[in-house]
């Protein structure tokens, strides 16, 4: 079976540009959780979506945003970039309860 | 709400020695637990999980962790490490029908 995959695994971008980062969990997973993991604050959670309905949400602001197609794919986007936004973006995929999750490799995200 | 505290931030062990890794929650439920290592450039891999059952639980690359209620604590142990044990150790909470919540992890380093 293959694992979770995230796209791209490196990326650059520019303050006030907005990025948009794709996870496609593993087959027959439903839920798709984000994480924002940066030195100073450790894993913090952004969301999880299970069936399309995003069901629990961090403390992030509404720059931070996220989507999941019937397929269980998801993407993430973060609006007007700000520096403080870079980090490595971790998704994790889980059958349905949060009892386990698979994390991807991650994307690190480099605002200059 | 539930909480994960991991109590070192970094622990420096010589190669063959024994290491524990400290893990406290807290919750007004009944949680299940997780431990994820994470090597440079990754993402994170389940080491062990307790769910139910016997409190000692036993994951990969020889790694094994005791679940203690009355302390609410989670700590991982390794009789003998390994240079190839070098990696950051994050603790994990989960009420089972929602997010998984991470400590701030510590990193394991292993001298010669």
């Known amino acids: 079976k293959a694992g979770v995959t995230q796209t791209p695994r490196y990326l650059i971008k520019t303050r006030g540009q907005q990025v948009t980062l794709s996870c496609s969990p593993i087959s027959g997973h439903r839920s798709v959780s984000w994480y924002q993991q940066t030195p100073g604050q450790g894993l913090q959670f952004l969301f999880e979506?299970?069936?399309?309905?995003?069901?629990n949400k961090g403390n992030f602001p509404g720059r931070f945003s996220g989507r999941q197609f019937s397929n269980s794919r998801s993407e993430m986007n973060v609006s007007t970039l700000e520096l403080g936004d870079s980090a490595l973006y971790l998704c994790?995929?889980?059958?349905?309860?949060?009892?386990?999750?698979?994390f991807g490799q991650g994307t690190r995200l480099t605002v200059v | 709400a539930q909480s994960v505290t991991q109590l070192d931030s970094q622990v420096p062990v010589f190669e063959e020695a024994p290491v524990e890794l400290r893990c406290n929650y807290s919750s007004s439920v009944s949680v299940y637990l997780f431990w994820y290592v994470q090597y440079p450039n990754q993402g994170l891999q389940l080491l062990l999980k307790y769910l139910s059952g016997s409190t000692l639980v036993k994951g990969i690359n020889g790694f094994e962790a005791e679940f203690n209620k009355s302390q609410t604590s989670f700590h991982l142990r390794k009789p003998s490490v390994h240079i190839s044990d070098t990696a950051e150790y994050f603790c994990?909470?989960?009420?089972?029908?929602?997010?998984?919540?991470f400590g701030k992890g510590t990193r394991l380093h292993i001298l010669p």
């Open positions: 994990a909470v989960s009420k089972g029908d929602d997010k998984i919540i």
């Open positions: 979506y299970f069936s399309e309905t995003q069901r």
């Open positions: 994790a995929s889980s059958p349905e309860r949060a009892l386990e999750a698979f």
